[in-house]
């Protein structure tokens, strides 16, 4: 079935430094979902892409569909503590339901 | 709105019990998932229902897990026996007709012994 793959599995940045997280699936997507899940929490939807190429931003966030629809990023510039958690991508499966790639732990050191 | 409720928050069991975890979603929500997370696994769909009926269950591990709806506001997924390899964070989630976001309760949190 459809796979989402998540890279880097981990990232460590300083306060300020930017961020970005990719991801990539095995076939092309009607659309693709990002969450964000604190630690000790559950996951937050973050937006929604589907586009051929879409880009939208949230602040300092700004998340991109790739023109195939098959990889999608999700990049944050000068990140803060805030920011800390774990980013997911979703795509949905060949019904209603989402399967999620196993996520980017992002950890911000003041 | 008092989002997806979950419970309980917490459980721990000794191998060979019986664990029930129950999942309130949003009113007026059509679809109702389960999702386990685990370290090594990440999350993954368990079982889906749209308007109570089960419309995929092919996440489910093995015949010792069951989830039913018996109602729009109720859903439960048992555990019996449990083992060890099931300690992991449930989540249930829902999800309105017409919208692909999901929104998650804040899991049940399970330790088998």
């Known amino acids: 079935g459809q796979q989402v793959m998540q890279i880097p599995q981990y990232q460590h940045v300083q306060e300020g430094e930017d961020f970005t997280t990719y991801c990539n699936s095995s076939t092309t997507l009607s659309n693709i979902q990002w969450y964000k899940q604190r630690p000790g929490g559950h996951p937050v939807f973050l937006i929604q892409l589907v586009k051929s190429g879409e880009v939208k931003k949230q602040k300092r966030l700004t998340f991109q569909f790739g023109e195939a629809k098959k990889n999608s990023s999700l990049h944050i510039t000068a990140t803060q503590t805030t920011d800390v958690g774990t980013y997911f991508c979703a795509g949905p499966n060949s019904g209603y339901a989402l399967n999620f790639g196993k996520g980017t732990s992002l950890l911000v050191t003041p | 709105d008092a989002g997806v409720i979950q419970s309980p928050r917490h459980e721990v069991t000794e191998m060979g019990q019986e664990v029930t975890l129950r999942c309130k979603p949003i009113s007026g929500h059509d679809y109702l998932f389960w999702y386990r997370q685990t370290m090594m696994r990440g999350l993954e769909l368990l079982i889906y229902?749209?308007?109570?009926?089960?419309?995929?269950d092919s996440g489910m591990p093995e015949d010792r897990f069951s989830a039913k709806m018996p109602n729009a506001s109720f859903s439960t997924l048992k555990i019996q026996p449990s083992e060890p390899r099931d300690s992991a964070v449930y989540f249930c989630a829902s999800r309105p007709l017409g919208t692909g976001e999901l929104f998650f309760g804040e899991g049940s949190r399970l330790t088998v012994l």
């Open positions: 229902f749209n308007n109570n009926v089960p419309i995929d």
